[in-house]
């Protein structure tokens, strides 16, 4: 059985930083796409950031381009989100998903963001900014 088991999130003031880690369990993920997702009360699910396998080019969301990036541990087979400059628009509860197979390229272009198209997902962990 695959789990997905977030932890890191916690309180922090707004300019600070934090790392969010994603343990996996089950099967490993490092040729299968990996994202980390966000949301707020009553909003619709958002995409952070993503990779189509290990070591691609990461895909970003335009509000947390230049301060979110991602990095993997094979060896724990865990990824993180590196949250950076964090602002208060950054409250929120982070999920990490991962899908159980790699789309190609042209795919995974037009869908990467699509929460829909993940398999399987942690619990989430809350990140909250004060200002």
């Known amino acids: 059985q695959v789990q997905l088991v977030e932890s890191g999130g916690g309180l922090v003031q707004a300019g600070g930083s934090l790392r969010l880690s994603c343990v996996a369990s089950g099967r490993t993920f490092s040729t299968s796409p990996m994202a980390w997702f966000r949301q707020v009360p009553g909003k619709e699910r958002e995409f952070v950031l993503g990779?189509?396998?290990?070591?691609?080019?990461?895909y970003y969301a335009n509000s947390v381009k230049g301060r979110f990036t991602f990095s993997r541990d094979g060896a724990l087979n865990t990824w993180y989100l590196h949250m950076n400059r964090l602002e208060s628009e950054d409250t929120a509860i982070y999920y990490c998903?991962?899908?159980?197979?790699?789309?190609?390229?042209?795919?995974?272009?037009?869908?990467?963001?699509?929460?829909?198209?993940?398999?399987?997902w942690g619990q989430g962990t809350q990140v909250t900014v004060s200002p």
């Open positions: 998903a991962a899908r159980s197979q790699r789309p190609i390229l042209s795919v995974w272009s037009q869908n990467y963001d699509d929460a829909q198209k993940y398999d399987y």
């Open positions: 990779v189509r396998q290990s070591g691609n080019p990461t």
